[in-house]
């Protein structure tokens, strides 16, 4: 009978994944999602390094040994790289700053030939940097997302966060994984790397495919009015115009940066006001001029939800649920239902 080592299992499942992100199909969208590659790539080397960890531990190929660190280095890069592209004014990364996120493979590639044992060491620092590099941003909370539509901020900043934490439980197995080669000469090393490691690629992978989602479309370029905004009050009274009078909110790819172009305004001074004055952050503010006209719709209108879901600027029916449910603490066919009852 033919032995399928669990690594691989997990490896068709990523690959699946990679295929199912890669080709943008949401079932609840009108448009296709932009990729953002980063992510694409973390899910493949997932995939990859699990398919080394099948070769390793399910038909003792050790050769493959040479190989493994230096993949598992390129995996924390490729997330930073993935939070980059959701949370920079500017997307683009130039040629010698990619190459900079290079330089942890090529010091384990130099490890490789000189000091081995020195990998135990620097892999999981370069896990630890890398998540503590991503959570550093998301100190300021969904804002920090400021090149994704307010509609998909909860979920990507979630999945980021998650991913994070992800590559700190990384490196804590690697030294657990290292010191039980030490002491017991790797006794629970399958264990801990067929259920540790292999749960942490698939975690990683599934936070990639969903912050991958995030990425909201290009800007086209276009003249902002500039408002005289000295303090937090004149700020919200220039955003609320801005949302009730030209109802910029029904963009279903607005998000903080073209929100800030279109009002004249920084970016972090919108945060900031909104934050201080409603305690909430910019994307449930927006979020609820949405679900405020969709109130409007369902009661004085005969429109199907998912017609109305798509007036209001949302794209997909879980996040128009869940931030209708935030708001009015019921789903939209119920608040329709009531309204109708009462009348």
Same mark, same amino acid.
């Given at each position: 009978?033919?032995?399928?080592? &669990?690594?691989?299992?997990?490896? =068709?499942?990523? @690959?699946?994944?990679?295929?199912?992100?890669?080709?943008? #199909?949401?079932?609840? #969208? @009108?448009?296709?999602?932009?990729?953002?590659?980063?992510?694409?790539?973390?899910?493949?080397?997932? +995939?990859?390094?699990?398919? $080394?960890?099948?070769?390793?531990?399910?038909?003792?190929?050790?050769?493959?040994?040479?190989? %493994?660190?230096?993949?598992?280095? &390129?995996?924390?890069?490729?997330?930073? $790289?993935?939070?980059?592209?959701?949370?920079?004014? #500017?997307? !683009? =990364?130039?040629?010698?700053?990619?190459?900079?996120?290079?330089?942890?493979?090529?010091?384990?590639?130099? $490890?490789?030939?000189?000091?081995?044992?020195?990998?135990?060491?620097? @892999?999981?620092?370069?896990?630890?940097?890398?998540?503590?590099?991503?959570?550093?941003? %998301?100190?300021?909370?969904?804002?920090?997302?400021?090149?994704?539509?307010?509609? #998909?901020?909860?979920?990507?900043?979630?999945?980021?966060?998650?991913?994070?934490?992800? @590559?700190? $439980?990384?490196?804590?197995?690697?030294?657990?994984?290292?010191?039980?080669?030490?002491?017991?000469?790797?006794?629970?090393?399958?264990?801990?790397?067929?259920?540790?490691?292999?749960?942490?690629?698939?975690?990683?992978? =599934?936070?990639?495919?969903?912050?991958?989602?995030?990425?909201?479309?290009?800007?086209?370029?276009?003249?902002?009015?500039?408002?005289? /905004?000295?303090?937090?009050?004149?700020?919200?009274?220039?955003?609320?115009?801005?949302? !009730?009078?030209?109802?910029?909110?029904?963009?279903?790819? &607005?998000?903080?940066?073209?929100?800030?172009? *279109? +009002?004249?305004?920084?970016?972090?001074?919108?945060?900031?006001?909104?934050?201080?004055?409603?305690?909430?952050?910019?994307?449930?503010?927006?979020?609820?001029?949405?679900?405020?006209?969709?109130?409007?719709?369902?009661?004085?209108?005969?429109?199907?939800?998912?017609?109305?879901?798509?007036?209001?600027?949302?794209?997909?029916?879980?996040?128009?649920?869940?931030?209708?449910?935030?708001? /009015?603490?019921?789903?939209?066919?119920?608040?329709?239902?009531? *309204?109708?009852?009462?009348?």
């Amino acid at each position: 009978m033919l032995f399928i080592p &669990l690594p691989f299992v997990v490896a =068709i499942l990523l @690959l699946t994944l990679f295929a199912v992100v890669a080709k943008g #199909s949401d079932q609840t #969208s @009108l448009r296709e999602v932009p990729r953002n590659l980063p992510f694409l790539a973390l899910i493949l080397i997932s +995939a990859f390094q699990s398919f $080394l960890g099948g070769l390793r531990w399910g038909y003792g190929i050790d050769t493959v040994i040479y190989v %493994m660190p230096v993949t598992a280095a &390129l995996i924390p890069p490729l997330a930073y $790289l993935g939070v980059r592209r959701l949370t920079r004014k #500017s997307a !683009e =990364i130039s040629l010698w700053r990619m190459g900079l996120h290079v330089l942890p493979a090529v010091a384990v590639v130099l $490890l490789m030939a000189t000091s081995r044992y020195a990998i135990d060491v620097v @892999l999981p620092l370069i896990f630890i940097g890398y998540a503590i590099a991503i959570l550093l941003p %998301m100190r300021a909370g969904t804002d920090a997302l400021r090149m994704t539509s307010f509609e #998909s901020t909860s979920p990507v900043f979630r999945a980021l966060v998650f991913a994070a934490f992800t @590559l700190l $439980l990384s490196a804590l197995l690697d030294i657990f994984v290292a010191l039980d080669f030490a002491w017991t000469q790797g006794r629970h090393a399958i264990a801990l790397i067929t259920f540790g490691n292999l749960a942490a690629l698939v975690i990683l992978s =599934i936070a990639g495919a969903v912050a991958s989602r995030g990425r909201s479309f290009p800007d086209i370029a276009e003249p902002a009015p500039q408002f005289d /905004t000295t303090g937090d009050k004149d700020t919200l009274a220039a955003i609320e115009s801005l949302l !009730e009078a030209k109802r910029v909110y029904r963009d279903p790819d &607005l998000n903080l940066d073209r929100l800030a172009r *279109k +009002a004249g305004i920084p970016a972090r001074q919108i945060s900031a006001a909104i934050n201080r004055a409603t305690a909430k952050n910019v994307s449930q503010y927006v979020n609820e001029f949405r679900v405020a006209e969709a109130c409007s719709l369902l009661e004085g209108t005969k429109k199907p939800v998912t017609d109305i879901m798509f007036d209001v600027g949302f794209q997909t029916k879980s996040n128009f649920n869940r931030e209708f449910r935030r708001v /009015t603490d019921m789903t939209p066919v119920q608040w329709r239902e009531r *309204k109708q009852n009462s009348a």
